[in-house]
């Protein structure tokens, strides 16, 4: 249905935005006003972003998920926060790199080899986040 009040306040906008654009424009150069755009394709646009939106943060919490399934936590904690998972990640790889450069220090080279042979059970670590 078209409403002469619509017809009116878009004409005003337009009007007023190409007579701002040649106001402040100190120069020769022509500008283009600027089209606007029906309220059906701007709509869509949003949905379009909106999708886009979502599927980025589902991509990032799956990441997430992936991350906390990596990191040693007892079974009876709740479910990390973004930001804890991050800080217990940086802990546990700074705690693993220690590791392996004190192994490398102390084993020498023919001795590794025989203790990978050795049956031993696995050893449980259990970290907490010393940045609290």
Same mark, same amino acid.
Do not use: W
């Given at each position: 249905?078209?409403?002469?009040?619509?017809?009116?306040?878009?004409?005003?906008?337009?009007?007023?935005?190409?007579?701002?654009?040649?106001?402040?424009?100190?120069?020769?150069?022509?500008?283009?006003?600027?089209?606007?755009?029906?309220?059906?394709?701007?709509?869509?646009?949003?949905?379009?972003? +909106?999708?886009? &939106?979502?599927?980025?943060?589902?991509?990032? /919490?799956?990441?997430? !998920?992936?991350?906390?399934?990596? %990191?040693?936590?007892?079974?009876?904690?709740?479910?990390?926060?973004?930001?804890?998972?991050?800080?217990?990640?940086?802990?546990?790889?700074?705690?693993?790199?220690?590791?392996?450069?004190?192994?490398? +220090?102390?084993? &020498?080279?023919?001795?590794?080899?025989?203790? /990978?042979?050795?049956? !031993?059970?696995?050893?449980?670590? %259990?970290?907490?986040?010393?940045?609290?």
């Amino acid at each position: 249905m078209f409403s002469m009040d619509n017809f009116d306040l878009e004409s005003t906008m337009a009007r007023h935005f190409f007579e701002g654009s040649q106001a402040t424009n100190g120069s020769s150069r022509s500008h283009k006003p600027r089209r606007l755009k029906c309220a059906s394709q701007v709509a869509q646009q949003r949905q379009a972003a +909106n999708l886009r &939106e979502r599927r980025r943060m589902q991509s990032i /919490n799956e990441a997430f !998920e992936g991350l906390r399934s990596h %990191i040693p936590t007892l079974p009876y904690e709740k479910r990390l926060s973004k930001v804890d998972t991050l800080k217990l990640a940086i802990s546990y790889i700074t705690f693993l790199s220690e590791m392996v450069k004190k192994d490398k +220090n102390d084993n &020498e080279p023919g001795l590794t080899v025989q203790r /990978n042979y050795q049956k !031993e059970p696995p050893k449980k670590i %259990i970290l907490k986040d010393r940045s609290k």
